[in-house]
């Protein structure tokens, strides 16, 4: 029979340690990364690898350049680029939930035929209410853009809505600012807007 000192003692304190609150609110984990990444809590931060966990209410954090894939579900990935700050409001797998992008460049990918979520990001921008399988959000030409290459998404800004379909562009010069006319962008523009997250 083991001595009860330091065994009794690592017994308690794995007893009387809590869990953290997000513990059964995870929504996804992260798929890849490649440079240095955090998670933050009002009270709490820590570092995150390739495999790590995160949870609703964390703010994903990327220093400079820095490239990151989060999967949210089985399907969802949102790619990241440098400098961003991610914060995941709510995620419910299969149904969608709300995220809000406070700075640098996101890519939404789901794959062609997934079921729809309804899944809105807000930000600066606005709100974009997502019907796309693949947009990017981020800066471009010196303005916040919105680009789908797959689907279509709802961009709604200064009190008014644009729609974007495949191939289709729009920016915002800033807060409260009204979405600009839809455009569709060159090849050249697209690569220089994916180059940011891939």
């Given at each position: 029979m083991p001595r009860s000192g330091p065994w009794k003692a690592m017994l308690l304190a794995a007893l009387i340690l809590p869990l953290p609150?997000?513990?059964?609110?995870?929504?996804?984990?992260?798929?890849?990364?490649?440079?240095?990444?955090?998670?933050?809590?009002?009270?709490?931060?820590?570092?995150?690898?390739?495999?790590?966990?995160?949870?609703?209410?964390?703010?994903?954090?990327?220093?400079?350049?820095?490239?990151?894939?989060?999967?949210?579900?089985?399907?969802?990935?949102?790619?990241?680029?440098?400098?961003?700050?991610?914060?995941?409001?709510?995620?419910?797998?299969?149904?969608?939930?709300?995220?809000?992008?406070?700075?640098?460049?996101?890519?939404?990918?789901?794959?062609?035929?997934?079921?729809?979520?309804?899944?809105?990001?807000?930000?600066?921008?606005?709100?974009?209410?997502?019907?796309?399988?693949?947009f990017f959000v981020g800066p471009s030409q010196g303005k916040l853009a919105v680009f789908v290459d797959r689907g279509a998404v709802t961009?709604?800004?200064?009190?008014?809505?644009?729609?974007?379909?495949?191939?289709?562009?729009?920016?915002?010069?800033?807060?409260?600012?009204?979405?600009?006319?839809?455009?569709?962008?060159?090849?050249?523009?697209?690569?220089?807007?994916?180059?940011?997250?891939?």
């Amino acid at each position: 029979m083991p001595r009860s000192g330091p065994w009794k003692a690592m017994l308690l304190a794995a007893l009387i340690l809590p869990l953290p609150a997000a513990a059964q609110d995870r929504a996804g984990d992260v798929d890849s990364l490649f440079g240095l990444a955090s998670a933050a809590m009002p009270k709490a931060e820590r570092n995150l690898s390739a495999g790590d966990a995160v949870f609703i209410g964390e703010t994903v954090v990327t220093a400079a350049q820095t490239r990151m894939s989060l999967r949210l579900g089985s399907v969802t990935r949102i790619k990241l680029g440098e400098n961003v700050r991610l914060r995941i409001d709510r995620h419910l797998v299969g149904i969608g939930g709300t995220l809000t992008l406070m700075n640098g460049p996101i890519l939404f990918d789901r794959p062609s035929g997934s079921p729809p979520e309804s899944l809105r990001i807000r930000g600066d921008f606005g709100v974009i209410a997502v019907r796309g399988t693949r947009f990017f959000v981020g800066p471009s030409q010196g303005k916040l853009a919105v680009f789908v290459d797959r689907g279509a998404v709802t961009v709604t800004s200064g009190g008014a809505t644009v729609a974007l379909g495949p191939g289709e562009g729009t920016e915002v010069a800033g807060r409260g600012a009204k979405p600009e006319a839809v455009r569709t962008w060159s090849a050249a523009r697209i690569a220089d807007a994916f180059g940011l997250v891939q």
